[in-house]
């Protein structure tokens, strides 16, 4: 399938991440007609590969922050942070990077395998999508 590179951005967790437009075909809710989407999607490198002739120079590039090259750059860590029930909605079980600004303070940091394991067994826990949990453990979590 042929994409549109949007940007691409160097990864906390090392790497890069490819943000691709790919056409798709969707129903328009208020007309009800088939119609040409573009769905875009975070993407690692080993599912992109540069069409032949065609050159990168004109892509947004955002490097990792200075703040992020520091020893911990390369830390594989993760925190689970119990949300609890209220004002009517069911509590859940959210698993953040170590350094996720959401993950909560003073809660036992786990290493990969256990937060895979409380993504796979704990009944509707979720990576958080605003760190990069959902990107790094999203292709890694069981999908039955």
Known sequence: MLGVLHERR???LGGWMYLVGLPMWATDSASEQVEPREYRVWLPPDHVRRPEG????D???VPLPEANQGDDSGRWGWKVQRVPPRQGLSGGVV???WDCQEAPEGNEEIDLYAAL???NTVAG???CKECDAAVALGPLIDPT
């Open 10 to 12: 160097c990864w906390s």
């Open 54 to 57: 065609v050159s990168y120079d």
């Open 59 to 61: 892509v947004p590039t």
């Open 95 to 97: 698993v953040h990077v």
């Open 117 to 119: 394991e409380v993504l």
């Open 125 to 127: 826990a979720v990576a």
